[in-house]
C-alpha cells in the first residue's frame, strides 16, 4: 500500500471544544478508510456513500428509514441511494410489508464493500492503537461508549 496522502486539517487548537477533539480523527479515519478502499477495488466509493451504506439492513431498509437514521433529507439519500445502484452496490426490491413501497438491499458487490469496510475499520483501530497504546485505545472507545448511553438515556 502507498503512504497515505493526509490532507491537511483546519487549524484549531486539538481542545479548543470537544468539536474539534472529535473532528480531526473523525475525517483522518475517514481518509484511511477510502484510501484502503480503493486499494481494495473500491476507489468509486466516497465518504458520502457511508451514509447510505452504514443504514442499510439485510432484509432492506427504505430511504425514509435511512434518511432518518443519517439525519439527512430524503432527497439527498435519494441522489445517494441512486449513485450507488448505479454503481451496481445497492438494488431496490419490493417491500413484503407495503406494495407501495421499495427497499434498499446490498447487492453482493455492495455486500462485499461492506467486508472490506469492516475489515479497513478494524485494521484502522489496530493501527491507532499501535500508536497510542492499547490500555489508552480501550479507554478511548470506553469512555466513548460511556458518554453515549449516558447521553442516550
Known amino acids: ?3 497515505p496522502r493526509s490532507r491537511a486539517l483546519p487549524v484549531v487548537r ?3 471544544d470537544l468539536v474539534s477533539a472529535l473532528h480531526g480523527p473523525y475525517l483522518l479515519l475517514v481518509e484511511r478508510l477510502h484510501e484502503r478502499l480503493a486499494a481494495a477495488g473500491y476507489a468509486d466509493i466516497r465518504p458520502a456513500h457511508g451514509n447510505v451504506i452504514a443504514y442499510v439492513s439485510a432484509e432492506g431498509t427504505r430511504i425514509t428509514e435511512i434518511a432518518a437514521a443519517a439525519q439527512l433529507t430524503k432527497q439527498t439519500v435519494q441522489y445517494l441511494v441512486d449513485d450507488l445502484e448505479r454503481l451496481g ?3 431496490r426490491v419490493p417491500d413484503p410489508a407495503d406494495a407501495r413501497a421499495r427497499l434498499i438491499r446490498f447487492t453482493a458487490q455492495g455486500r462485499a464493500v461492506r467486508r472490506a469496510a469492516a475489515t479497513a475499520f478494524r485494521a484502522i483501530e ?3 492503537a499501535a500508536r497510542i497504546g492499547e490500555a489508552n485505545m480501550a479507554q478511548l472507545r470506553a469512555l466513548l461508549d460511556l ?3 449516558r447521553i442516550e438515556g
Open 1 to 3: 500500500m502507498s503512504t
Open 147 to 149: 458518554l453515549r448511553s
Open 14 to 16: 486539538p481542545y479548543d
Open 126 to 128: 489496530r493501527e491507532w
Open 89 to 91: 452496490y445497492v438494488e
